[in-house]
């Protein structure tokens, strides 16, 4: 089966599937007309992977959204818009979602769909600063671990995984991490600030006989993966 993956932007990406699209933590990017049932999927209320303009498009469009986007949005009822939090599972239409937690805020998310297994991390990562204490290193290396044993019983296909450059030497810390554990098909970067050398140059040093990971270089660049 063919499967459209779209980076948008930042954290945000479209992917296609034979009978559905889904788009998660869209805040800019170039979204098509919707001929299939789509799903967005926001994981956490931070500027940079939400934005309620999405709950103005229409269309046969449904969207989950973490439950703190609710609390920090003060946002009105609709019929289409559904509110989830970590550890939860749920069906939307003809998708299975799983949800796990964060080592920042919201959720990170697993979906089914047609076959395909789609994680999408949010701000789950190793996040590990040059300031920090080596007790802060510890607690954060302790929760991270947790969070991703419980992705370990998914079949991930594609992943979208924080790369983030800001991080310096512990830039890819998370996602070798996520790589050697879960072995999804495909991974995609995210979260890289604009930054596309960082994915360069992690294809560059990039070896695993189980996941093929895919060089992002642009917005709104798009792939197309055999699943």
């Given amino acids: 089966m063919k499967v459209t993956v779209k980076f948008l932007s930042h954290s945000g990406y479209f992917v296609e599937t034979d009978n559905h699209i889904l788009v998660f933590d869209y ?21 940079d992977h939400f934005s309620k303009d999405i709950l103005d498009i229409k269309g046969d469009v449904r969207f989950l959204l973490s439950s703190d986007i609710k609390e920090d949005e003060k946002l009105d009822f609709q019929d289409n818009v559904y509110y ?7 069906i939307v239409g003809d998708i ?16 089914f769909v047609d076959n395909v297994g789609i994680f999408h991390a949010g701000d789950l990562n190793l996040w590990i600063w040059d ?22 019983l998914k079949n991930v296909d594609l992943a979208m995984f924080p790369l983030d450059p800001r991080l310096g030497a512990y830039a890819s810390s998370g996602i070798d991490y996520f790589i050697d554990l879960i072995r999804p098909r495909y991974i995609f970067p995210m979260h890289m600030w604009d930054d596309f050398s960082i994915a360069k140059s992690y294809a560059e040093d990039f070896s695993s006989p189980f996941t093929k990971f895919i060089e992002v270089e642009k917005d709104n660049q798009v792939f ?3 699943l």
């Avoid at 919707?34 to 999927?41: G, S, V």
């Avoid at 299975?96 to 959720?107: A, E, L, V, Y």
């Avoid at 300031?131 to 370990?152: C, G, H, N, P, W």
């Fill in 96 to 111: 299975q979602i799983n949800t796990f937690g964060s080592t920042d805020k919201g959720i990170s998310v697993f979906a």
């Fill in 27 to 47: 805040i800019k990017g170039d979204l098509p007309k919707f001929n299939k049932p789509c799903l967005f999927i926001a994981t956490h209320s931070h500027k």
């Fill in 224 to 226: 197309t993966l055999d």
């Fill in 84 to 90: 989830i939090g970590p550890n939860a599972k749920r």
């Fill in 131 to 152: 300031e920090d204490s080596e007790e802060e290193r510890l607690e954060m290396t302790k929760a991270f671990r947790e969070e991703i044993k419980k992705v370990q």
